[in-house]
């Protein structure tokens, strides 16, 4: 024995007794069996029984009863909430249809064990069996709803009292987005009803059930704008079921609206298209127009809107015959001239209209100088992201790349398949602004439109001067992160390399060849990108190191879905582009970006226009998923890059001189190039930078083959890191949860 008999037998007990203790501690805070006592953060819950607890439940939804003892507003003619038809129960329905009420005891006569005249769902007459399922699948709304018909069983707040709280005139706010925008700015109104007068409510068309719309007396329609005029996807249901269905006559007589428009006025006739349709079906179906509707251009997006809502909420003011007031005013008007401007007229208006007859006019002889394309709102969304905002329409971001190499931690595809490192690269561009809205755009869209230069210009040395003083601030702020090499960040001092990639169209700056020379003039290489809209730009263009041209589709249908281009002859533009290209005398890229469901399937059709443009180079890379709020993708779209592998050699296979030479896949990226690279068994993707600075200054005429560089073997497809092909030994692998050091080799 352990212990002698006269430990044993003290011991024994002091353990029984602990463990009643123990147990009892965890009946008195629910864990086991007893009667379960709820202990939030020390507060006891009231328990409710599961009949009382439904009854409780209802009465968070039952309306108030201003018409006698029934809830719904019981009438002869049957519920007070939807009248003697039960075909479309209403939002306070009781459920009863035209011959009986089921908000009164024992009028529900279905046989079924009924919990509430209107459940926690809001549907209308919800079974026991029902409930406790819902309540298994519904944890969080059950423990808010059940915590509130606590504190109403409790006597703490009636629905009585709560009908007392004063709430305004009702406000529906509908809203229709792609990127967040309406659905920011109805929410933002939704805020701001209260201050009003009006109760707002914003809902996502694509919820709402559009059958309900009579009901309402004061909507609010903001309707973003997609490709080819079209109403955005997730609106689209809606926009069919009002415009392009049959309905009565006068199927929203009494309700009053207003329609805004979100869109590109780059878009031409396309402009805000399906507000247009809305707000003129709306009236066709005998609603009453408050204003007319308005076309907001996200050029100036947020400016437009305050001055549009500021308008229209003293339009909804006059239509209900209310007090016009502002946030914190003290005083009304019984008039506004700005409204009555636009009462009764048919036509739409953008919102350069709108502003000159808000300002009576006075904006009709406004200067037509150029604006500025970066705005203070515009500035401060893109200063969030981490970008460095050079002058009035340029930027200039630390690329990860150039983080995760300052660590030693590895490079990007560029340093694998070209050579640059990839912590001397500064990632910039001289204009913020596209000419398309790619559905895969790592930058969310939040930067400016464009078919044409229309903004201040600013000089280029201004924009090179300011890039690389905020490029070498961003490399100075790497000093305290952990792990960056002490050397490289000295080195990094030095900028080698710049890639005119970040987001926007380079090309369309006006000074875009003077700023090419001043950058070879620093001794900095140039990777310019351009998405093949502007080839009389591409035709004047000076060398640069090497000239890509996006790729994102290899038909005009396809291409028109993924990259939604500004210009209605996008596509002749596209092919003029690849025509330019191929006259180039200096590096050319196809870059293609893969996204599965969208281009990946048409491989001949890519393969022709490859015969048509002769790149020297092919990058194929998979989708980058970004995330975002409303983002278009997922990633079920983004290839694995064995599939980017196949991709690659299937078109390899149909062209008679590209083979796959490089990959990176980290990035999910690969390389063919033409065979004039490969030497023997040898590839020479690589560049020799400096000879290209100084064939670039010479002036005289010079071909690829010129600075052309021996690419290393662990950068060759098939030949590199088993599992991690084109990672450079010379770096350091980090993974969740290991770390691989990669032995040997090197540049």
């Not at 059930?209 to 997730?234: A, D, M, Q």
């Not at 636009?342 to 208006?349: L, P, Q, R, Y």
């Not at 993974?735 to 540049?747: H, L, P, Q, S």
């Amino acid at each position: 024995m352990l212990f002698g008999e006269d430990v044993a037998t003290p011991l024994a007990w002091g353990v029984v007794l602990s463990t009643l203790i123990f147990v009892a501690a965890l009946q008195a805070f629910g864990f086991i069996g007893g009667k379960s006592s709820s202990r939030v953060k020390g507060k006891q819950e009231e328990p409710l029984e599961e009949d009382d607890e439904l009854s409780s439940l209802a009465s968070l939804h039952q309306p108030v009863n201003t018409t006698g003892s029934c809830a719904c507003g019981m009438t002869e003619n049957g519920c007070g909430s939807c009248g003697p038809s039960d075909a479309a129960l209403g939002d306070g329905c009781c459920g009863g249809g035209g011959d009986s009420c089921a908000c009164m005891a024992g009028d529900a006569t279905d046989g079924m064990s009924v919990a509430s005249s209107v459940g926690p769902t809001g549907r209308a007459g919800m079974p026991k069996d029902e409930f406790r399922r819902w309540k298994k699948t519904h944890p969080e709304e059950w423990r808010a709803q059940r915590n509130e018909a606590v504190a109403l069983k409790s006597g703490r707040q009636s629905p009585a009292m709560r009908a007392q709280q004063p709430k305004g005139e009702p406000l529906l706010i509908l809203f229709g987005t792609q990127t967040g925008n309406s659905e920011q700015f109805a929410k933002e109104m939704q805020e701001e009803a209260s201050e009003r007068g009006f109760d707002g409510l914003a809902v996502d068309m694509q919820t709402f059930n559009v059958e309900t719309l009579p009901r309402h007396k004061t909507v609010f329609f903001l309707l973003s704008t997609h490709t080819g005029g079209t109403p955005v996807p997730n609106a689209k249901q809606f926009f069919d079921a009002i415009v392009n269905k049959q309905r009565p006559q006068d199927w929203l007589r009494g309700v009053k609206f207003a329609v805004l428009g979100l869109g590109h006025s780059e878009y031409g006739e396309n402009f805000c298209t399906p507000a247009v349709q809305l707000d003129r079906r709306l009236e066709e179906l005998s609603g009453q127009r408050m204003h007319v509707v308005v076309k907001d251009d996200e050029a100036r997006i947020k400016e437009e809107y305050e001055r549009w809502k500021e308008q229209i909420w003293q339009d909804a003011q006059q239509a209900n015959n209310m007090a016009v007031f502002g946030p914190g005013d003290e005083s009304s008007s019984d008039e506004s001239d700005a409204g009555s401007a636009f009462a009764g007229s048919d036509d739409e208006h953008d919102m350069e209209d709108l502003g000159n007859v808000i300002e009576g006019g006075k904006n009709e002889n406004a200067s037509k100088a150029p604006k500025q394309m970066v705005n203070d709102n515009l500035r401060k969304t893109l200063t969030k992201q981490g970008y460095r905002i050079v002058g009035s329409h340029s930027g200039v971001k630390l690329c990860r790349w150039t983080k995760s190499m300052l660590r030693g931690r590895g490079g990007c595809y560029k340093h694998t398949f070209y050579g640059i490192s990839s912590y001397q690269c500064m990632e910039s561009t001289p204009s913020l602004a596209c000419a398309n809205k790619c559905t895969f755009c790592w930058r969310h869209h939040k930067n400016p439109v464009g078919t044409s230069w229309r903004w201040e210009t600013d000089d280029p040395q201004t924009l090179v001067d300011g890039f690389m003083a905020n490029h070498r601030n961003m490399i100075k702020s790497m000093r305290t992160v952990p792990g960056v090499k002490p050397e490289r960040l000295a080195e990094a001092e030095t900028i080698r390399h710049c890639a005119l990639s970040l987001v926007g169209e380079p090309i369309i700056y006006p000074h875009i060849n003077k700023f090419l020379r001043l950058l070879h003039q620093n001794g900095i290489s140039s990777f310019l990108v351009t998405n093949a809209q502007f080839p009389d730009k591409m035709d004047a263009l000076v060398p640069c190191t090497q000239l890509y041209v996006s790729i994102d589709a290899p038909t005009p249908e396809t291409l028109k879905a993924v990259d939604r281009p500004l210009f209605s002859d996008f596509w002749e533009r596209f092919l003029a582009s690849i025509d330019s290209l191929r006259r180039k005398g200096q590096r050319t890229v196809f870059r293609l970006t893969l996204v599965k469901e969208h281009n990946m399937t048409e491989v001949q059709q890519y393969a022709e226009l490859v015969k048509r443009g002769k790149p020297e180079f092919i990058e194929i890379k998979g989708v980058t998923f970004c995330g975002g709020k409303r983002s278009e993708m997922s990633m079920n779209n983004v290839p694995w890059h064995d599939e980017v592998v196949a991709f690659g050699l299937d078109l390899a296979s149909i062209l008679d001189d590209y083979e796959l030479c490089c990959e990176h896949a980290h990035s999910c990226c690969i390389l063919l190039a033409q065979k004039k690279f490969k030497r023997g068994d040898e590839w020479w993707t690589w560049i020799d930078f400096d000879k290209f600075i100084q064939l670039s200054e010479s002036g005289n005429p010079f071909s690829t083959e010129d600075y052309m560089v021996k690419t290393p073997e662990w950068a060759v497809f098939g030949k590199g890191i088993p599992g991690d092909g084109g990672f450079d030994p010379q770096e350091t692998r980090i993974r969740r949860g290991d770390v691989r050091i990669a032995k040997g080799g090197g540049c």
